[in-house]
Nanobody, 125 residues
């Protein structure tokens, strides 16, 4: 059964750091792209960062470039999101997603088949 499980969220002051993890089953990690999305109350789900699991390519939303880093472990079983210099506007539920539809943009939430249940990140000012 396909499973994605996010951990690592919490409450942090502005300027602080958090590292999110997404544990995956071997099946899901054989997919093409793994991506972090976030959704704040009253807003649409937006792509944060994505990684091509079989190669070195990664993608970031402009709002997090230079502050967030997406990575995977050597076994390709866990996806990470290192978040530094956090801002109050980073407050959201963060989700990992897998198996992007071929040809879709990396930040198109509708293009992903598998989703975790999310982990809450709250940044206080």
């Amino acid at each position: 059964q396909v499973q994605l499980q996010e951990t690592g969220g919490g409450l942090v002051e502005a300027g602080g750091s958090l590292r999110l993890s997404c544990a995956t089953s071997e099946y899901t990690y054989s997919t093409n792209y793994m991506t972090w999305f976030r959704q704040a109350p009253g807003k649409e789900r937006e792509g944060v960062a994505s990684i091509y699991t079989a190669g070195p390519m990664s993608f970031y939303d402009d709002s997090v470039k230079g502050r967030f880093t997406i990575s995977q472990d050597e076994a390709r079983e866990t996806l990470y999101l290192q978040m530094n210099s956090l801002k109050p506007e980073d407050t959201a539920m963060y989700y990992c997603a897998a198996d992007k539809r071929y040809g879709a943009n990396w930040d198109d939430a509708s293009a992903y088949t598998y989703w975790g249940q999310g982990t809450q990140v709250t940044v206080s000012s």
